[in-house]
């Protein structure tokens, strides 16, 4: 080989080895600028959702607020004490209690053995 060969070959592989290099970079930046694209997303996504925790939880402490005033508004009055049972004497209740066993019992009823007997008319 002579020196014009070799200088074609060098500059042929040098050239290459460019054309691979830009394409390698044109390749890697892409992706380095979705990669960058998709941080940015995220980092909004996660201060949206930051930012709608924080209504939330407001939104549940004043909820909490109207709940705990409502349940004021609404509760129910002291009940007021049941009024003392009437003092019995005792020998008022002796004597009721010996008139109730003085009385004789009611007489009960006596169970009937069969229905009474009831006459259907016939249809004509």
């Known amino acids: 080989m002579d020196q014009g060969q070799w200088l074609m070959l060098m ?14 970079y044109a390749w ?3 992706h380095a600028k979705r990669d960058a ?8 996504a996660y201060h949206l959702a930051g930012q709608q925790l924080t209504q ?3 939104q549940i ?3 909490q607020r109207e709940n705990h005033e409502l349940r004021l508004a609404v509760r129910p009055a002291p009940r007021p004490a049941p009024p003392p049972e009437p003092v019995v004497d005792a020998a008022e209740a ?3 209690y010996a008139e109730a066993k003085m009385q004789p019992p009611a007489p009960k009823e006596v169970p009937k053995a069969f ?7 016939r249809a004509e």
């Open 11 to 24: 500059g042929s592989l040098v050239l290459g080895g460019l054309l691979a290099a830009g394409g390698v």
């Open 28 to 30: 890697l930046s892409g």
């Open 37 to 44: 694209q998709r941080r940015l997303q995220l980092e909004q």
């Open 56 to 58: 939330a939880r407001k």
């Open 61 to 63: 402490e004043q909820l």
């Open 94 to 96: 002796t004597r009721r």
């Open 115 to 121: 229905k009474d007997t009831v006459v259907l008319k």
